[in-house]
Structure formats: structure tokens, C-alpha cells
């Protein structure tokens, strides 16, 4: 596609449910991040795919989170057990690639989660 | 974020210039960004600038880079109610566990009144 897509745009779901948000970045992008943005905070780094290598899951806030990325494309963040602090826009992001230094990263509109 | 400074807040009049400042820690960053995110939407590329470079301009965008003080700065010429938005300063770190991440500050709310 033409830019990065995100879907749901919005999920609103019952706390202690799981989700799944989707990113599906620019065709022949090696590079995936995922970010967090809470009300009135910056971006939280959360988790960052290059090609075939292990990602970076340094910012991952606990171990309900995770995330895969098959067939070096389409992403998929999952949170289990959900707790209402978990409520806030998920942001994806692709680029060529981190050894492409001028290329930057590019954002999909995001999933607004709300946890009732 | 993690050591990337924004004040806030910034309110201007219609047709003036708007300044958006920004500090960084991080001696080892390559490549400075400005994002812009609408209400909504997700985070829009404005410009950014290579760290051997003190001055970037692109039509009423203007970036400065003091690279000895760690100070980044966008200048909005003439600035319209449409550039109101968050403003996002961000940096590449050329580190080899983090390569290719971004380190954002908060945002900087830009309010223009008509």
C-alpha cells in the first residue's frame, strides 16, 4: 500500500480480555516499530523488527505484550490480560532499514485502545 | 521519552513565526527529526537534519542544530492555523544495540490563534 495501515482504528474491550492490533507497513519497508502513546506522554518504544534478525523487545512494559512479524511483513501486537493502564493509542512504524541513515520512519494512523 | 526535551506549550498569532525548541543528551545521535501529529492521526515526517549540519531550510520550515549545546529548534515562517498540531522532536542514536530506533520527546502543542 501507499503508507503504513493500522487496523482497528479504535478497540474498545473489557479489561482482563486479550487484543490483537495489526500493522501492515510500506511494501519493501525491513524495518518495524511499534510505539505507545498515552494522554499527554510522548511515544513509548516497544518493539523493533530488522528483516530476520531478533527483535529489539526492550520496551516491551510487561510480559502480557508481545509481538510477531510474518513473512518479514505484516505485524501483529498482542496484549493479554488487559489492565485499564494498557488504554492508548499503538502507533507502528516502518523504514528501508536503520543502515539507510536519511531514510525515516513512517507512521500508520494508529489503534486507539480503550480498556473498560 | 528518554532524555529528549520539548517545553509543551506554544501559542502564536496568525502569521507569525513560531519557534519550537528541543534538547538531547545523547552526544552519539545522527539524524534529528521533526514529526507533526494532527488530533487523530498518526505522526507526519515535516523535515529533519543530518548531525554535521547546523541548518536545514524547507520552504517556511527552518531547522537549527547546535550540535556543542544539543539544541534543535524549528522555525515556522508565517505560521497558519492549519500548523496547529503536537510537534515532535526526535533523534537516530548511532548506537549498535539500538540502531535505528527513535527517541522522542513529549510534543510540543502549537496553538495558533486566528
Known amino acids: 500500500g501507499a503508507g503504513v495501515s493500522q487496523s482497528p482504528s479504535n478497540k474498545v474491550t473489557e479489561k482482563g480480555k486479550d487484543v490483537e492490533l495489526r500493522c501492515d507497513p510500506i511494501?519493501?519497508?525491513?524495518?518495524l516499530y511499534w510505539y505507545r502513546q498515552s494522554l499527554g506522554q510522548g511515544l513509548e518504544f516497544l518493539i523493533y523488527f530488522q528483516g530476520n534478525s531478533a527483535p529489539d523487545k526492550s520496551g516491551l512494559p510487561s510480559d502480557r505484550f508481545s509481538a510477531e512479524r510474518t513473512g518479514g511483513s505484516v505485524s501483529t501486537l498482542t496484549i493479554q490480560r488487559t489492565q485499564q493502564e494498557d488504554s492508548a493509542v499503538y502507533l507502528c512504524a516502518s523504514s528501508l532499514g536503520p543502515h539507510t541513515p536519511n531514510q525515516p520512519q513512517h507512521f500508520g494512523d494508529g489503534t486507539r485502545l480503550s480498556i473498560l | 521519552g528518554e532524555d529528549v526535551e520539548q517545553s509543551l506549550f506554544l501559542s502564536v498569532r496568525e502569521g507569525d513565526s513560531s519557534v519550537i525548541n528541543c534538547t538531547y543528551t545523547d552526544s552519539s545521535s545522527t539524524y534529528l527529526y521533526w514529526y507533526k501529529q494532527e488530533p487523530g492521526a498518526g505522526l507526519q515526517l515535516l523535515t529533519y537534519i543530518f548531525s554535521n549540519m547546523d541548518m536545514k531550510q524547507d520552504q517556511r520550515l527552518t531547522v537549527l542544530l547546535n550540535k556543542k549545546d544539543k539544541h534543535l529548534s524549528l522555525r515556522i515562517a508565517d505560521t497558519q492555523t492549519g500548523d496547529s498540531a503536537i510537534y515532535f522532536c526526535a533523534e537516530k542514536r548511532d548506537r549498535g544495540s539500538t540502531l535505528g530506533r527513535l527517541y522522542f520527546g513529549r510534543g510540543t502543542q502549537l496553538t495558533v490563534w486566528p
Open positions: 511494501s519493501g519497508h525491513t524495518a
